[in-house]
């Protein structure tokens, strides 16, 4: 009983989120109603992630793995800071083709992209990656235990695995914020509940639809969160655990940035709470990785 009250206040406060009068970045982020801004907006976003973390050129001469490539922006923004050859490899068919199509239409000769089949594995020969790149994919990683003993594998003597994660007790780690656009609701409904919730709004006329509710002809698409029970996409892995499992294939941690949430205002308390909880009060987490 309490559980469905939470869902309806839950529903209530998502619909007044999505009033126009209380558009915000979070419930009314343009690029998402555009293919070509969600394109722009992802290319700033990964190029920004890693230029704050990481040195351009670190990838100059190397052999890059750009793991989960999605569309491909990553590799593209790789293979042209100067990386002798990058791979990208990505799950999506969908995806994949995508990049394919624009790595032909940049002419980039230095990147390859793989789509992969098992999620489980990386279609690449021992030791015949000097840099992996994983930005914004680890949470999405179901099977990671052996994605990370695989990560061992293909990586060369001395070779470095460079992280963005978004963890998933984060604030929005549900995912779900152009549908829901409030902070930790996955930490007080499951996943059945919280998609009972997106099917609502969905079906509320006062939605406005994303890209990724189209199909490609441009029609609508049968709403996608309806007898959905449970995420197919997001492991519940904590730094904690990410770890141990690194430590357990026999890499080592470099380096570990915790970002506290961003802005000024009560930066003291922001701090406080990431080196307290930093799961759940972390905006982003960056590792350097190495193979000794």
């Not at 491909?72 to 995806?95: C, K, M, N, P």
């Not at 007898?227 to 996409?233: I, S």
């Not at 003291?268 to 709470?273: G, I, V």
């Amino acid at each position: 009983m309490l559980s469905r009250f939470v869902e309806h206040v839950i529903y209530r406060l998502s619909m007044r989120a999505h009033s126009p009068a209380n558009a915000s970045e979070l419930s009314h982020r343009e690029a998402t109603f555009s293919k070509a801004g969600y394109q722009h907006w992802r290319r700033s976003e990964l190029e920004s992630q890693f230029t704050k973390f990481f040195d351009v050129s670190s990838l100059r001469g190397r052999r890059v793995l750009d793991f989960g490539c999605g569309s491909g922006d990553l590799s593209f923004f790789a293979a042209s800071a100067g990386a002798a050859e990058v791979i990208g490899t990505e799950l999506s068919q969908r995806d994949a083709a995508q990049a394919e199509h624009r790595r032909a239409d940049l002419g980039l000769t230095n990147l390859r992209i793989v789509h992969e089949t098992n999620p489980s594995a990386i279609g690449l020969p021992d030791h015949t990656v000097d840099v992996l790149l994983c930005f914004d994919v680890l949470e999405h990683i179901m099977e990671y235990e052996r994605i990370v003993a695989e990560w061992r594998r293909v990586l060369a003597p001395g070779g470095r695995v460079l992280i963005w994660w978004s963890v998933y007790w984060h604030p929005y780690g549900h995912h779900l914020q152009t549908m829901i656009p409030l902070p930790w609701v996955h930490a007080l409904l499951n996943d059945e509940a919280l998609m009972r919730v997106c099917a609502k709004i969905y079906d509320n006329p006062k939605f406005r639809p994303r890209i990724w509710h189209f199909d490609a002809d441009g029609q609508r698409v049968e709403n996608p969160y309806r007898g959905v029970t449970r995420f197919t996409d997001l492991n519940r892995l904590t730094i904690k655990k990410f770890e141990r499992v690194l430590r357990s294939a026999g890499l080592v941690i470099a380096r570990r940035d915790i970002q506290p949430f961003t802005g000024r205002r009560l930066a003291w308390l922001k701090r406080t709470l990431v080196r307290l909880r930093p799961d759940f009060f972390c905006s982003c987490v960056a590792y350097e990785i190495t193979v000794p």
